[in-house]
């Protein structure tokens, strides 16, 4: 079901309206103030990634949320393509994910209103401290890929369709390789799982930074191919967003609350909140929402214009 040009306009109108109940607080007696959306004691069901479950970012800033709003939030975590299927399913408020071509498919279907651009941190590829294949330093991320093919040495992909499985996938493409054989190993699980697995075998694998980061102490794996954070190649950014589940598809959805939770997310506080999370004395995300010079295509699926909804 396509996306019309007036249901996307009325969508970003409700969003700003309802994006007010972001600076929303409780009154004294804790009830919420009477101009404000009344959410006290409803809970907000949010599908998001593995990634940001696992590192700890959830637990360390929903509370001032949960606090703030008197209500609970119920994170699912999932890889990005099923959390996008849960919210299409009616399944979830609210999603935060980190793969913009699904993402984009998400609201070109009228699933997803009110995109906002969170926060990124990038992708490496880590692997043994051996280095069976000789990828360590490499300044191009498709030439490392295709190195690890050609001398046959075991890669763990995630194959589970989420944000990073996705980006693995584009790189292999770029790469002009198709994987597969003995030595490409899929386990259908989540980044946690597929740093284990490829710790435990001496393999390469793709992990977000912020992942690795959080679990570098409980494995040998070494980082051998670096993002643009660390001034990498650009391929290997990996930006985050958030989006309000459409209540015009599925009315279950509690679009009040899932507004209030993007306008706090991407206040000032909760930014900041985002780039002081640590793991180790390292930061795993950088926030993204406050900027200058705003651009409007967070808001939209790529390419989308007034012009390109063929009225």
């Not at 992708?123 to 490499?138: L, R, S, Y």
Request: hydrophobic residues 35%; negative net charge; proline residues 5%.
């Amino acid at each position: 079901m396509a996306i019309q040009r007036r249901q996307f306009v009325a969508g970003i109108g409700a969003g700003a309206v309802a994006l007010t109940a972001g600076c929303a607080q409780l009154g004294s007696d804790g009830e919420a103030d009477d101009d404000r959306p009344d959410v006290v004691g409803e809970t907000l069901t949010l599908t998001t990634t593995t990634s940001t479950y696992d590192t700890g970012l959830l637990d360390a800033i929903h509370p001032d949320f949960e606090e703030l709003y008197g209500v609970e939030v119920d994170p699912v975590a999932q890889g990005t393509g099923a959390a996008l299927e849960s919210a299409r399913n009616g399944d979830s408020d609210v999603v935060m994910v980190h793969a913009r071509g699904l993402e984009d498919e998400f609201m070109r279907n009228g699933y997803g209103v009110n995109r906002r651009d969170l926060m990124f941190n990038d992708f490496v590829i880590v692997g043994p401290e051996g280095d069976p294949a000789g990828i360590d330093g490499m300044g191009s991320a498709t030439e490392a890929l295709t190195a690890i093919a050609e001398t046959g040495a075991t890669f763990v992909s995630r194959g589970d369709n989420s944000g990073t499985h996705t980006k693995e996938l584009n790189l292999w493409e770029a790469a002009g390789t198709e994987p597969g054989g003995d030595w490409y190993q899929e386990t259908g699980s989540g980044m946690g799982e597929a740093l284990n697995v490829a710790n435990q075998q001496g393999a390469y694998t793709l992990s977000d930074r912020g992942t690795f980061l959080s679990r570098r102490a409980d494995t040998d794996l070494v980082i051998l191919v670096q993002g643009p954070i660390k001034d990498g190649p650009e391929i290997l950014a990996n930006p985050y967003g958030v989006m309000a589940v459409n209540p015009a598809i599925h009315d279950n959805a509690n679009y009040d609350l899932a507004m209030a939770y993007i306008g706090w997310l991407t206040s000032p506080d909760a930014q900041d909140a985002i780039a002081d999370h640590e793991r180790n004395g390292e930061q795993l995300f950088y926030p993204e929402a406050i900027s200058e010079n705003p651009d409007f295509q967070q808001y939209v699926p790529e390419g989308w214009n007034s012009d390109s909804s063929g009225e």
